[in-house]
């Protein structure tokens, strides 16, 4: 379990802005959301002596934005191979490396062109190597292709039905009204979902994430040194990383997994709470993993929020939207706001313990919870201000 | 007349793979079972993830199975590849050797594909090296 409660903060956040085509390179995106982090946070870049990033070579690495933001001497430049699982990962890594004394200040960012450059949601390599011979030779290719998998099981075991999987849809798209970032704001109804047109059976379009081209930043210190900083400290109070037996032999592959009902949450929920000694009833606001719809739904039941197969029902029940027992995905999450990977997830739960989130501001939140992973290994993290 | 070039992805066999995929070409669907604790496995592997043992044995499967979970693809990608093979489904199918197995439901239409249905292997020689093993209502 992760030991270190309280001892590190998030101290600075920035972005770039989220677009479909940025026209500029990868560096360019990562180096000046870190810059803005460490601006955000008043510290000067020639303080920073850590980067770490999570990507599937489809970025930048952390040495080259060290280079470029001519940062003089980084101790603990590294990369993860990493996707959805990733992005509360490099941040508790940091925390690691921060104690470990491999370095002091460190700035985790996710960097991509993921629209206008490689497209995740496209298609993986074309040559069915390694564990992809078993896959892609049956047109068994995408990530959507490969999710489908696992809603239809909630559906046969649960009676999940399309109007539960829109509400999430629905109800994350009406927070991003709020955004004035978010690639998507225009309402939808659920005759709009019921109508969007069929990708991949379960999957409607709109059970799908967006594609962004953008980058998103944090900066993490001990947290004496977050109280000298120019920002309101927001403290990781827990954390925790990992998944259940059989995760496969990469992120698509999940031909091992014992249930596709449930995904990586199930595992991670005691050391998560037991982590910062919370549980489900103390979260103010969460930001949850929300590259398809469903995820939504099996973090909710596997982190205890409810009941195994009562995902639906309680998304149904209103409980996500901003005056629900459970405020989600207040920027309007990977569906709405941008497919950072996660990453802009941990910027809005930082903002709202900030106070700073203005037309989306929960009011009075005091713990957050940040997700990040869909399928058979993930991470998150319990934040308070 | 000429049939146009198969342009989808084709298995790549390593020195793990190689005889599960001669085994379809000789029509047999073969599986690694454990020469020490008797387990089946799938994918092909080194070592036999019930006890760590590397001593294992081909056999071949009975080729039978259910469906576990199903999916349905209607957007082809990429689209000049799959265009035509719309809707098509992709299934995993719990064999009776107790491992799961990626592949095709064919024979029957997608959307008449239900939770536990009974399949049954059939091979697909989709180029003169590779022949695919697919499943069909049993
Ligand atoms: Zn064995």
Redesign the pocket.
């Known amino acids: 379990m992760w030991k270190l409660r309280d001892k590190y903060s998030i101290s600075g956040i920035g972005q770039t802005a989220f677009t479909k085509a940025s026209g500029r390179t990868v560096l360019d995106l990562a180096s000046e959301a870190c810059k803005a982090a460490a601006e955000d946070a008043g510290m000067a870049l020639d303080e920073i002596d850590g980067i770490i990033s999570f990507h599937f070579n489809d970025s930048i690495p952390a040495m080259a934005v060290a280079s470029n933001l001519g940062i003089p001497a980084v101790m603990h430049a590294v990369d993860y191979t990493a996707g959805g699982n990733g992005a509360n990962l490099i941040m508790l890594a940091a925390t690691a490396a921060i104690e470990a004394g491999l370095a002091r200040n460190v700035l985790c960012y996710r960097a991509m062109n993921g629209r206008s450059g490689f497209r995740l949601g496209g298609g993986r390599e074309f040559s069915a190597q390694g564990i992809t011979q078993y896959t892609a030779p049956f047109g068994w290719i995408t990530y959507p292709q490969a999710m489908a998998m696992w809603v239809r099981r909630h559906i046969v075991k649960y009676g999940t039905t399309a109007e539960q999987l829109g509400q999430v849809a629905i109800t994350f798209r009406e927070n991003a009204g709020r955004n004035e970032a978010a690639m998507q704001r225009a309402p939808i109804t659920m005759d709009d979902y019921l109508a969007s047109r069929m990708i991949v059976e379960p999957f409607r379009m709109l059970d799908i994430c967006l594609e962004s081209d953008g980058a998103c930043a944090v900066l993490i210190t001990g947290k004496d040194r977050a109280r000298d900083l120019r920002q309101k400290p927001v403290y990781i109070t827990g954390g925790a990383y990992g998944g259940g037996p059989s995760q496969g032999d990469d992120l698509f592959d999940a031909i091992r997994w014992p249930d596709h009902s449930q995904n990586y949450a199930a595992y991670i929920a005691d050391d998560l709470w037991g982590s910062a000694g919370l549980k489900p009833e103390d979260v103010d606001v969460a930001e949850i993993y929300d590259c398809f719809t469903y995820s939504v739904l099996m973090q909710l039941e596997g982190l205890g929020f409810c009941r195994p197969g009562e995902g639906g029902p309680f998304v149904q029940e209103g409980h996500l939207a901003r005056n629900g027992r459970l405020p989600t995905n207040t920027h309007g999450g990977l569906l709405s706001e941008a497919y950072i990977h996660g990453t802009n997830h941990v910027l809005e739960a930082v903002r709202q313990l900030r106070g700073t989130a203005g037309a989306r501001q929960i009011a009075d939140a005091e713990i957050a919870l940040t997700t990040a992973g869909a399928m058979t290994c993930g991470s998150a993290m319990l934040l308070r201000n | 007349m000429n049939t146009p070039a198969y342009n989808k992805p084709l298995p790549a066999p390593d020195p793990d793979s190689a005889p599960f995929w001669e085994g379809t070409r000789a029509h047999e669907l073969r599986l690694q079972r454990?020469d020490?604790?008797g387990?089946h496995r799938y994918p092909a592997g080194p070592h036999?993830p019930?006890?760590r043992?590397t001593r294992a044995t081909w056999i071949k499967s009975s080729g039978r199975g259910k469906v576990y979970s199903w999916i349905v693809v209607v957007h082809p990608v990429p689209k000049e590849v799959y265009h035509q093979d719309v809707p098509y489904a992709v299934a995993l199918i719990d064999l009776a050797e107790g491992v799961r197995i990626a592949s095709n439901i064919v024979g029957c239409d997608p959307r008449a594909i239900t939770a536990d249905m009974p399949v049954e292997v059939v091979f697909d020689a989709v180029t003169a090296d590779v022949t695919l093993p697919k499943f069909k209502p049993a």
Do not use: I, P
Request: with cysteine; proline share 0%; glycine share 0%.
């Open positions: 454990c020490d604790c387990t036999c019930s006890c043992s």
